[in-house]
Every structure is written in C-alpha cells, then in structure tokens.
C-alpha cells in the first residue's frame, strides 16, 4: 500500500468535522445541510488529492485544516441567495434579463403590507361572498386607460393567448405581414396565434399594407383583425400601414372584432418630458378598439402582469374563459399593480416616483452631474489602474418600448491600464456585488441613466477590489 493509500485513513469523519471548533461559527451562518454539503465536498476533495498524490498535507491535522478552510471559503462565496440584487450600469431602461421595470416605493410597501398576510385577495368584505380576483385594481385602469372593462393575468404573452383562444380558436386571424412581431425570450405573434388553435391570415407585403388588403381578406371564417405595435423595430422608407382608426372602421364595418397588442403600456404621452411619440393606452381605446393588452411591467413601470382592456362584453368573455384561471395573476402583483396605478392617478407624481419614467425622463444636466462624481470617485479608487473620464453617450429604452431611440445619456468610460476590459467586466459581473456594464472598444461604458442612487458605494467598493486584484 503506498504512503498516500495508508493516509486516506486520516481524513477525518463528518462527525468529527461538525465538532470541530472552527465549523462551529459556520453552522451559525449557514443552514445544517449547507454546512454538510460543503464539509463533504471538501472531504471528497482532499481524497482526490490524497489519492492523486498530490496532497501536501503531511499529517492528518494539517489535513482536517485544509478540509476546514476549504469548506470556509466555498461556504464565503456561496450566495445566500440565488436571485440577486443586480447594478445595471447598461443604460437599458427595461432590461428583460435583468428584470424589466424597477417597481415604485409604494408598490414596493403594498407588497409587503400583504406578502405575510391573509388578504381579501378573492373575498368581498361588504357582503361577506366570494369576490373577483384582482377587482380593485380595475377602477383605476378604467379610468386611466379610459376603457369600460379590464382583465389582469400574468403576462401580456397570456393576455394575447387568452384573447385569441377566447375569440379565434378554429377561425381566422388577420394581421398586417409588417407586425407579425418577435419579442425576445420567444414569444412569437405567428406561433402564439398557432398554440391558440386559430389560423393566421397574413395581408399586405412587408413594407406596404393597406385598408383594401384588410377588407379582401375578411371571410365568415374571419373572428379578428389585430394590429400589434411593432415594439422593437421599425419599418422605414417605402412604407405604408393601416393605423388603429382605419382598423376600427373596417372591423365596425364588417361586424369582426378588432384587437391591438400594443405591449408596452404606456399610460400617458411622454412627448412633455421631451421623449418622441409613442402609442398610448389611452390613444388606442380612443381610436375604438374592442381590446388592448400590454404588460405591466414595461412602460407602466409596474410588476409583471398583462392587461386586458376594452368593451365591457369582450372583456367578460375573456375574464370567462377556463383559460384564465390558468393565466392568473399572483397577489403580490396584483398589490403592486394597484399600488403603482394610484401613483398615476396624481399626474404630477408620475416622472417623479414611477422609477422607469424617472430614469427615462432624466435631464441631461442631472445624468451629466452624476456621471462626473461617479467618476471622480471611481479614478480615486482605481488609483491609476485605469483610465477614468466622463462623457456623453446613448441608452436605450429597452424590452418592447420606443424601438430604435437612442436617449442622449451621460456615460463613465474606464479604461483598465493592464487587464482586458472584458476580464474586468466577467469580474464585475461575478463579484459579491454583481454589476452588469458593457465593454465598448477598448474601455468599460458605465451609462449613469440606470444606476440607483443607493448602488453607488456598493459600485465604487466593486472598482476599488478590482484595483486591489489588479495590483497583485
Ligand atoms: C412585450 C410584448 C409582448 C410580450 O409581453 P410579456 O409581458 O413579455 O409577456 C407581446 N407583444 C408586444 C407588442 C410586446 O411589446
């Protein structure tokens, strides 16, 4: 038996370990079967080493304290939490992957009222029976959205399948060629409207459609005209489309219901605040749909949830499907929606504490102020590790919202002096405090649109490690 087969029998037991005083403190922090997964690995590790030869652990306390030590430090990185608090220095507004819209403080403070709590969720207090999930976020989405009716279920993905399913299973959908849209993270118009069980019919060409290919195309097969916003991309140059109103009047015309997705949920016109047009709620249950759905999440600055809005009838008809059930929207979202809603309701709040407009409103003076400190402090902590200089740049709106806008932003660029700047983006990104930047040429951009005020230190002490590890 060689030296090293002999020394498997000084590693010591899990039981050992756990009496161990320096595990002790460790099973304070962390939870029993966190401690034991680490401890096992780190035994499991030392027997590879043992086995291979490769141990230098020369006897058998040396090696308990290597075990020791290794469980430590994996027990150290391991997050507490899986789903973390993420600094997005992108410059991207409603970033799907991080999340989308950052909900308001009173969202915030109504999920917590009824996070831990009993609710009448379901209940009417008034008279004591079953009561409709949801209900009091519809009074405000009436009024702001000017609609008779609304519906709220999980996503807007949900609200375009429980729409078609409830109107157009086995029949016809038409839809402009132009607006057959993709999302990212694969939601596709053509393929919803497949799972749906309805059949597309799709009119015009790419570039060019018009009122007459709409009214061509209507059959006693025909169950709905859509018309969706295309939210992340244009069509320019030789174009022509059916707007919302010319829609409306064929469908009146016809007797077949008409539907906008338009998406982004933007409840009020931002052109006030200097951003360029885009479509409103509002505007198209004025241009007289019979359903609009959009998310919550995306310009309404709300939780995830999709919206149904519309005529009382079409409405109900949806909310009536079993399909609903299925496409339900959790309580929390619900609480936040309501929440985030009623911030609405007082016009003068709305750029000042819906935080996706506050970000996307901010004026160039205050994201060039910002981006001047945030780099004097970064060049003092990065202490000659990099180049550090403050300039104007562009963000963009982002997820399903005034496609192709380039907002003229104020932007960080650091350049490091010896490392890649994608070596210290991966670092950034891995960090204790993740940050997420982009790496253009050869400098990281830091866009100040979408740093929180409360991320700043927790930024500046990521720089100041990666100083640190740079000058090893
Ligand atoms: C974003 C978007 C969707 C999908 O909405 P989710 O809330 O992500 O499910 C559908 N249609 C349009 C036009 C969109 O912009």
Request: proline share 5%; with cysteine; charged share 25%.
């Amino acid at each position: 038996m060689s030296r090293e087969r002999h020394r498997l029998r000084d590693l010591p037991s899990i039981d050992r370990l756990l009496g161990d005083a320096r595990v002790v403190p460790l099973l304070n922090q962390h939870p029993r079967p966190v401690v034991l997964r680490a401890l096992r690995a780190a035994v499991s590790s030392a027997r590879q080493r043992l086995s291979a030869q490769k141990s230098d652990e020369t006897d058998a306390s040396r090696l308990t304290a290597s075990i020791v030590a290794e469980a430590t430090r994996s027990l150290a990185h391991a997050p507490l939490h899986r789903m973390r608090h993420v600094i997005n220095a992108t410059g991207v507004v409603l970033h799907t992957n991080l999340g989308r819209s950052l909900l308001c403080s009173d969202a915030i403070e109504a999920i917590k009222r009824v996070a831990g709590a009993y609710t009448n969720l379901e209940f009417d207090l008034e008279s004591g029976a079953r009561g409709q999930r949801g209900s009091a976020a519809l009074p405000p989405l009436a009024q702001l959205s000017g609609a008779e009716s609304a519906c709220i279920v999980n996503n807007n993905a949900a609200a375009v399948l429980l729409i078609l399913d409830t109107f157009a299973r086995g029949r016809e959908v038409v839809v402009a060629r132009s607006e057959l849209i993709e999302i990212g993270g694969s939601f596709r118009l053509p393929e919803v409207l497949e799972k749906s069980g309805a059949t597309l019919r799709e009119v015009g060409a790419t570039n060019r459609v018009y009122p007459n290919d709409f009214e061509r195309s209507i059959t006693d097969r025909t169950a709905l005209l859509l018309k969706s916003h295309p939210s992340n991309y244009r069509i320019v140059g030789f174009t022509r489309e059916v707007s919302g109103k010319e829609l409306v009047a064929i469908g009146r015309s016809r007797g077949v219901p008409t539907v906008m997705d338009l998406g982004s949920g933007l409840l009020v016109d931002l052109q006030k605040w200097g951003l360029p047009e885009e479509p409103t709620v509002p505007a198209c249950i004025r241009d007289g749909f019979d359903l609009v759905c959009f998310s919550a999440d995306k310009l309404l600055g709300g939780p995830q949830a999709g919206i149904i809005a519309g005529r009382r009838d079409a409405v109900a008809r949806c909310a009536a499907n079993p399909l609903a059930r299925a496409l339900r929207c959790g309580k929390l979202d619900l609480a936040a929606l309501e929440a985030t809603l009623a911030v609405y309701l007082d016009p003068a709040r709305i750029p000042l504490d819906i935080p996706v407009l506050r970000m996307l409103t901010r004026s160039s003076a205050d994201l060039e102020d910002h981006a001047r400190r945030l780099a004097s402090r970064l060049e003092a902590v990065l202490d000659g590790h990099a180049s550090v200089t403050a300039n104007p740049g562009t963000s963009t709106a982002g997820g399903g919202s005034f496609p192709c806008l380039e907002l003229a932003s104020w932007q960080v660029n650091i350049a490091p002096r010896r490392d890649s700047p994608s070596h210290w983006a991966d670092r950034l990104r891995g960090g204790r405090q993740p940050v997420v930047v982009r790496t253009v040429d050869e400098h990281l951009a830091l866009d100040v649109r979408t740093l929180q005020d409360d991320d700043t230190e927790n930024l500046i002490a990521a720089f100041a490690n990666l100083a640190k590890e740079s000058s090893r």
